[in-house]
């Protein structure tokens, strides 16, 4: 009886083993929960929804305009914003709207246009310029503590809603 016990527990402890490396190598490869923090990204995502993020399509493309990502703003913080423009696009934003090489963005999904201009930057190779969608109260590319977001610092493409059971849904991205 004693060795089917053994036995048994060894079976418990390898089935557990083998869980917590898939769910480690998932997490680290393929997706990611993120918690939204703010109200930068209103009306498309309220403060406090939690949503997986994809880190496979980064793998192997860059970020498309319109797509919201998640990146690392700094060692203790993750930002969740829209990629406005990607690398050597040329972004300048007006009271009336945003302006990628010289042609202005269909932006449903803003809450209101910035009722402060931004001067015409050109994004670097190896970055995006990225903007939150309620544009008068997100720290976005426009703010020297975030700047342009390099490719290095991206963690994924924001891609479901699942929290508040409520609110589930997939995020579209333009």
Do not use: C
């Amino acid at each position: 009886m004693l060795e089917a016990e053994k036995k048994e527990a060894w079976e418990w402890i390898k089935s557990i083993l083998v869980a917590v490396v898939l769910a480690l190598v998932i997490r680290a490869f393929l997706v990611e929960v993120f918690l939204v923090q703010g109200e930068s990204m209103l009306p498309t995502l309220d403060d406090r929804e939690r949503l997986i993020v994809s880190k496979v399509q980064y793998y192997y493309r860059e970020p498309e305009i319109g797509e919201i990502i998640v990146f690392q703003a700094s060692d203790q913080r993750d930002f969740i914003k829209r990629v406005i423009g990607g690398p050597g696009d040329e972004v300048r934003i007006d009271t009336d709207g945003v302006y990628v090489n010289g042609e202005k963005l269909d932006e449903p999904y803003v809450l209101e246009d910035a009722r402060q201009p931004f001067q015409t930057v050109v994004v670097p190779e190896d970055a995006l310029f990225v903007l939150g969608d309620n544009r008068n109260n997100s720290m976005d590319s426009r703010h020297p503590s975030v700047d342009f977001v390099s490719f290095d610092s991206l963690k994924g493409k924001a891609m479901f809603v699942f929290w508040p059971l409520d609110r589930i849904r997939l995020l579209s991205h333009p």
